[in-house]
């Protein structure tokens, strides 16, 4: 049962935030679709006369197809699709439950008859509908953006696939800081845990983009499912389908958690 008191108060706490969020990821789709008109290819294939090739694979910036599609994949979905969306999570998975009871917030509404139980499903199913509606928002705006500006033809099916791929990053994401947020830990273990394990999974992410050794532990990463490599491969959807499965996991651990451990939430370091 979700309750809808906890939704829209979570709702009117991070509209915001959700809002900047979704116009980033809207607004940096339109500038590289912008890049390929009108040739049909992207200018951003001129950083290659001043940046040597390691530094724009570092930064998703070397493009081996200039094309629309191409431009999205490389730069949109192999960097900035991960990278704000991941920075929103962490941050809400951390406010609805470990900062809410901190806060006192959370243990207002355990206290109702809503019981723990529904606290803890809504605050998860707030969650995870941030994330689908910022992609499906991300998703919809970046074939709008290719229809009006580009001549050619965007592969829609192969699209809305990378945006669910992208999801299933999130959710998984998601889920593993939700699980780290209702575990009880003091705030220094459950940044490290949360900042630490997941900056550090994006930083092997970057390297494996320069190739050689670096790939091995880069490849292990959740982020690498939307690497352009392995969604020419068709890998990607095996390893969506994975993520959004352990996801589940994820949070039915932390349900559990929440409803059965004796939390001691606290501002402790």
Request: glycine share 10%; charged share 15%; with cysteine.
């Given at each position: 049962?979700?309750?809808?008191?906890?939704?829209?108060?979570?709702?009117?706490?991070?509209?915001?935030?959700?809002?900047?969020?979704?116009?980033?990821?809207?607004?940096?789709?339109?500038?590289?679709?912008?890049?390929c008109v009108p040739t049909?290819?992207?200018?951003?294939?001129?950083?290659?006369?001043?940046?040597?090739?390691?530094?724009?694979?570092?930064?998703?910036?070397?493009?081996?197809?200039?094309?629309?599609?191409?431009?999205?994949?490389?730069?949109?979905?192999?960097?900035?699709?991960?990278?704000?969306?991941?920075?929103?999570?962490?941050?809400?998975?951390?406010?609805?439950?470990?900062?809410?009871?901190?806060?006192?917030?959370?243990?207002?509404?355990?206290?109702?008859?809503?019981?723990?139980?529904?606290?803890?499903?809504?605050?998860?199913?707030?969650?995870?509908?941030?994330?689908?509606?910022?992609?499906?928002?991300?998703?919809?705006?970046?074939?709008?953006?290719?229809?009006?500006?580009?001549?050619?033809?965007?592969n829609v099916t192969a699209?809305?696939?990378?945006?669910?791929?992208?999801?299933?990053?999130?959710?998984?994401?998601?889920?593993?800081?939700?699980?780290?947020?209702?575990?009880?830990?003091?705030?220094?273990?459950?940044?490290?845990?949360?900042?630490?394990?997941?900056?550090?999974?994006?930083?092997?992410?970057?390297l494996e983009g320069l190739?050689?050794?670096?790939?091995?532990?880069?490849?292990?990463?959740?982020?690498?499912?939307?690497?352009?490599?392995?969604?020419?491969?068709?890998?990607?959807?095996?390893?969506?389908?994975?993520?959004?499965?352990?996801?589940?996991?994820?949070?039915?651990?932390?349900?559990?958690?929440?409803?059965?451990?004796?939390?001691?939430?606290?501002?402790?370091?």
């Amino acid at each position: 049962m979700i309750s809808s008191a906890v939704f829209l108060e979570n709702i009117k706490e991070t509209w915001k935030r959700w809002c900047m969020t979704v116009f980033g990821l809207c607004l940096i789709q339109l500038l590289l679709i912008l890049s390929c008109v009108p040739t049909g290819k992207s200018i951003l294939l001129n950083l290659e006369e001043y940046f040597l090739d390691p530094v724009l694979q570092l930064v998703s910036l070397k493009l081996s197809d200039p094309s629309v599609s191409g431009t999205l994949t490389t730069v949109f979905f192999g960097f900035w699709v991960l990278l704000l969306p991941t920075i929103y999570t962490l941050c809400r998975a951390e406010e609805l439950v470990a900062e809410g009871m901190e806060s006192g917030r959370l243990i207002s509404y355990i206290v109702t008859p809503l019981g723990r139980e529904n606290v803890i499903r809504t605050e998860a199913f707030s969650l995870v509908l941030d994330q689908f509606s910022m992609l499906a928002v991300s998703a919809g705006a970046g074939l709008l953006f290719s229809g009006l500006f580009c001549s050619d033809t965007q592969n829609v099916t192969a699209f809305l696939f990378q945006s669910l791929e992208a999801f299933a990053v999130q959710f998984v994401l998601g889920g593993f800081a939700f699980l780290v947020s209702c575990s009880g830990f003091g705030k220094s273990t459950r940044r490290l845990l949360l900042w630490g394990l997941t900056g550090g999974g994006f930083f092997l992410y970057l390297l494996e983009g320069l190739g050689g050794w670096l790939e091995i532990p880069g490849g292990f990463t959740v982020f690498s499912v939307l690497r352009q490599e392995s969604l020419l491969a068709d890998n990607g959807g095996l390893a969506a389908a994975f993520f959004l499965l352990l996801g589940i996991v994820f949070y039915g651990l932390a349900v559990l958690i929440f409803q059965k451990k004796e939390l001691k939430f606290g501002k402790r370091n």
